[in-house]
């Protein structure tokens, strides 16, 4: 009974999050000019879409900015993994984690209107360049933290057993360190790369200079009244993050339970 239970709690939950988006993607296939009523099926909203160079201009923008944030803050982030895995004193590393979830738990509103002051007195002007340090701030946290459990579970031995064989540091990084954390490193990516995708308030703090992202520009429409080639771009996007979130699960289960060989370390 408590099983039938929890399966109606789980199938309730994923009908509540699930009816705007399929309810967004449905009419982004109707002829009329808003969502108040479906009329006959069209394509008209994804061919205007198409034709409009502003926000397929935005829209790649925005998966470059995602990208290479997600992939600098996973670089930063696995490097500050493993440094505070390796610190030695209990009480500096839960300093390190302290200030390392500070961006995790602080508000949106907080952490943007911080880098804007942050960027205003280094007198950096914002655009790019801004967008981009804000987005791989708030991500390195999440990649530490995707990380570090792969690192706790990580037998010290097999660092060893490598060493013993010859290794040099590099190669217990590159064949041993690395290879094992892998699937964490991945999920730290994954997770940056969508909080990048996403994100509205950090970037409405800092953007200018005539950059903006996706959600700053749909924000900005919206406000102007729904229009249906939101819907359109929304379903493509829905689309992409499926795409990203199947890649990641096949990733994921073709590195579980994977261990590093080290006996060919030393040719």
């Keep these: 009974m408590k099983k039938l239970g929890s399966k109606l709690y789980l199938a309730l939950v994923l009908v509540v999050l699930?009816?705007?988006?399929?309810?967004?993607?449905?009419?982004?296939f109707s002829s009329?000019?808003?969502?108040?009523?479906?009329?006959?099926?069209?394509?008209?909203?994804?061919?205007?879409?198409?034709?409009?160079?502003?926000?397929?201009?935005?829209?790649?923008?925005?998966?470059?900015?995602?990208?290479?944030?997600?992939?600098?803050?996973?670089?930063?982030?696995?490097?500050?993994?493993?440094?505070?895995?390796?610190?030695?004193?209990?009480?500096?590393?839960?300093?390190?984690?302290?200030?390392?979830?500070?961006?995790?738990?602080?508000?949106?509103?907080?952490?943007g209107s911080s880098f804007l002051v942050f960027f205003t007195v280094l007198g950096i002007s914002l655009g790019f360049g801004s967008v981009l340090l804000s987005h791989i701030a708030f991500s390195i946290p999440i990649v530490v933290l995707m990380v570090l459990p792969r690192l706790k579970e990580m037998d010290n031995s097999l660092i060893d057993a490598a060493?013993?064989?010859?290794?040099?540091?590099?190669?217990?990084?590159?064949?041993?360190?690395?290879?094992?954390?892998?699937?964490?490193?991945?999920?730290?990516?994954?997770?940056?790369?969508?909080?990048?995708?996403d994100d509205f308030a950090v970037t409405f703090f800092v953007t200018g200079n005539g950059f903006t992202t996706l959600s700053v520009e749909i924000y900005s429409r919206a406000r102007q009244g729904i229009n249906l080639e939101i819907n359109a771009l929304s379903t493509i996007m829905f689309l992409i993050v499926l795409i990203l979130v199947a890649g990641y699960y096949l990733l994921a289960k073709r590195h579980k339970g994977h261990k590093p060989e080290i006996g060919g370390l030393i040719k």
Excluded: C
Excluded at 18 to 28: A, D, E, G, W
Excluded at 163 to 184: E, H, T
């Design 18 to 28: 699930y009816i705007p988006i399929f309810y967004l993607i449905v009419y982004s």
């Design 32 to 111: 009329g000019k808003n969502m108040d009523k479906f009329q006959s099926f069209t394509w008209v909203h994804y061919q205007e879409l198409l034709v409009d160079g502003r926000l397929l201009a935005i829209f790649l923008n925005t998966i470059m900015l995602a990208l290479l944030s997600s992939l600098v803050a996973t670089i930063i982030g696995t490097l500050g993994a493993i440094a505070i895995n390796n610190t030695k004193s209990k009480k500096k590393r839960a300093s390190l984690l302290a200030l390392n979830n500070v961006l995790m738990v602080s508000p949106d509103v907080i952490i």
């Design 163 to 197: 060493k013993d064989l010859g290794a040099n540091s590099w190669q217990v990084y590159s064949k041993v360190l690395i290879p094992y954390i892998s699937p964490g490193i991945l999920a730290g990516m994954f997770m940056a790369l969508t909080y990048s995708l």
